[in-house]
T-cell receptor
Framework: DTGVSQNPRHKITKRGQNVTFRCDPI?????LYWYRQTLGQGPEFLTY????????KSRLLSDRFSAERPKGSFSTLEIQRTEQGDSAMYLC????????????FGNGTRLTVT | AQSVAQPEDQVNVAEGNPLTVKCTYS??????LFWYVQYPNRGLQFLLK??????LVKGSYGFEAEFNKSQTSFHLKKPSALVSDSALYFC???????????FGKGTRLHILP
C-alpha cells in the first residue's frame, strides 16, 4: 500500500490557461473521489468514480471542470480557462466499494491562478 | 441532503487536559460518521468511524468519539492532550443511500504546552 499519489504538488498558472492534475489511487480501491479545499474550509465534493464510471458530479462544478478515469486506475482532473477563483487545494481520495469504507487522501495539488 | 456542523473554529487545550471537538450532523437515514485530521500542506488522515453498534468508538492516536443519536452529535475526545495533537480536525458524514462523504468546515485544535 503506497498510498494515494497526486501530481503535481503545486501548480501556478496564468488566468485563462488550462491545467490538468493526476491522481493515482491505492491499487485495490475501486472508488476515486475529487474534492476541492479552500483556506478555512472543509473539503468540498466535486465528483467521484466507481471503476471507470463517473457516477456523480457536484452541481456546483462548472462546465470548465472535467474528470476522467479511463481504465479504472488513475484519474485526471482538467480545468479549462482557469480563473482566479479556481485557486485552491485539489484533493484526491480513494476507497473500497463498501459504504462504511473511509476515504484515503493524497497530499493534494495546490493550484494558484495569477 | 446530509450536512455536518462544527460549531467551533478553534479549540485551545492545555497539554495533559482532556479535549473535546464538537460535531453535529443532519441526515435523512442512519449515518456513517467519520473524523479526519489534517496537518499543514498534507491531505486528510482517517482517525475513526461510526457505522453501528457501540456509541463510543476508538481510533488512532488515542482518540475516541461518542455517537449520540438523540442529539445528532459525534464529538471527538481524548483523555489527555499532547502538543502533537495540534492540527485541523474534520468531521464527516455519509448518508445511507448516498455515496459521497460531506465534510464540516473544520476545527483547529491548539494544544498549549
Amino acid at each position: 500500500d503506497t498510498g494515494v499519489s497526486q501530481n503535481p504538488r503545486h501548480k501556478i498558472t496564468k488566468r485563462g490557461q488550462n491545467v490538468t492534475f493526476r491522481c493515482d489511487p491505492i491499487s485495490e480501491h475501486n472508488r476515486l473521489y475529487w474534492y476541492r479545499q479552500t483556506l478555512g474550509q472543509g473539503p468540498e465534493f466535486l465528483t467521484y468514480f466507481q471503476n471507470e464510471a463517473q457516477l456523480e458530479k457536484s452541481r456546483l462544478l462548472s462546465d470548465r471542470f472535467s474528470a476522467e478515469r479511463p481504465k479504472g486506475s488513475f484519474s485526471t482532473l482538467e480545468i479549462q480557462r482557469t480563473e482566479q477563483g479556481d485557486s485552491a487545494m485539489y484533493l484526491c481520495a480513494s476507497s473500497l466499494g463498501q459504504l462504511n469504507s473511509p476515504l484515503h487522501f493524497g497530499n493534494g495539488t495546490r493550484l494558484t491562478v495569477t | 441532503a446530509q450536512s455536518v456542523a462544527q460549531p467551533e473554529d478553534q479549540v485551545n487545550v492545555a497539554e495533559g487536559n482532556p479535549l473535546t471537538v464538537k460535531c453535529t450532523y443532519s441526515v435523512s437515514g442512519n449515518p456513517y460518521l467519520f473524523w479526519y485530521v489534517q496537518y499543514p500542506n498534507r491531505g486528510l488522515q482517517f482517525l475513526l468511524k461510526y457505522i453501528t453498534g457501540d456509541n463510543l468508538v476508538k481510533g488512532s492516536y488515542g482518540f475516541e468519539a461518542e455517537f449520540n443519536k438523540s442529539q445528532t452529535s459525534f464529538h471527538l475526545k481524548k483523555p489527555s492532550a499532547l502538543v502533537s495533537d495540534s492540527a485541523l480536525y474534520f468531521c464527516a458524514v455519509r448518508d445511507i443511500g448516498d455515496d459521497k462523504i460531506i465534510f464540516g468546515k473544520g476545527t483547529r485544535l491548539h494544544i498549549l504546552p
